[in-house]
């Protein structure tokens, strides 16, 4: 079965680039269809447009539009892993530095799911 991927990266270098440590944060997001036998007949890398980055929305609401089977990601806050599930697709852990090392480890089935969103504050500040 042919399959849509996601993930976030901090340039547009193609399978070469760099990983983004936090998914809302990430410069670009990379989508990577993958055929039956899993190998990569496409890959496209967009410019994150969502809000963190000065464009408008969240950037899990656009991906949406996408269509994904897999989002992997180093970390991502509560909201974006709920929206994803919630919409069926699977969110995984990446492993690796790069889209490549990532794709290779998605491949060779040695992802496992992300789970919670991340620790840090979202420039949630609270005055008491």
């Known amino acids: 079965m042919a399959q849509k991927i996601v993930i976030p990266v901090e340039d547009a270098s193609g399978l070469e680039a760099k990983v983004a440590s936090h998914f809302g944060k990430a410069p670009y997001f990379a989508s990577v269809e993958i ?64 889209l490549n090392e990532v794709m290779t480890n998605f491949k060779e089935g040695k992802l496992e799911p992300l789970t919670g969103g991340c620790p840090h504050a979202h420039e949630h500040h609270h005055t008491h």
């Open 35 to 98: 055929n039956s036998k899993g190998q990569i007949v496409n890959t496209k890398i967009d410019r994150n447009t969502g809000e963190h980055m000065g464009g408008t929305g969240h950037p899990h609401e656009n991906l949406l539009a996408l269509q994904p089977s897999v989002i992997i990601a180093c970390a991502m806050g509560p909201g974006g892993l709920h929206s994803f599930q919630d919409a069926g697709i699977t969110v995984l852990k990446a492993q690796g530095n790069t």
